[in-house]
């Protein structure tokens, strides 16, 4: 059974950092996709950032190109997401999600529970 457990969230100013983590579980983290979504009230989710299975493409919303980097750690399984210079509208309950395949294109079938960043202007 896959399991993702996401850490790092919480409250911040704006212009500060966060560094989310993704533990994974249950499957050969290396051979798949993994992604962060988020999720603000009223809104729909959506995709922050994608990272293939062994980190040679990655993939970012435009809304967070130049501030956000995604990275791996196959040997550790684990995914992190670096969020520098946060504004108020990063403010959303942030998902981890491993990917159905190798690249970061396909479905993603496996979700983590979300932890909360909130940006406070």
């Known amino acids: 059974q896959v399991q993702l457990v996401e850490s790092g969230g919480g409250l911040v100013q704006a212009g500060a950092s966060l560094k989310l983590s993704c533990a994974a579980s249950?499957?050969?983290?290396?051979?798949?996709?993994m992604g962060w979504f988020r999720q603000a009230p009223g809104k729909e989710r959506e995709l922050v950032a994608a990272?293939?299975?062994?980190?040679?493409?990655?993939d970012y919303a435009e809304s967070v190109k130049g501030r956000f980097a995604i990275s791996r750690d196959n040997a550790k399984s684990t995914v992190t997401l670096q969020m520098n210079s946060l504004k108020p509208e990063d403010t959303a309950v942030y998902y981890c999600?491993?990917?159905?395949?190798?690249?970061?294109?396909?479905?993603?079938?496996?979700w983590g529970r979300g932890t909360q960043v909130t940006v406070s202007s």
């Open positions: 999600a491993q990917n159905s395949g190798a690249g970061t294109l396909g479905q993603y079938k496996y």
């Open positions: 249950g499957r050969t983290f290396s051979s798949y996709a």
């Open positions: 990272i293939n299975w062994n980190g040679g493409t990655k």
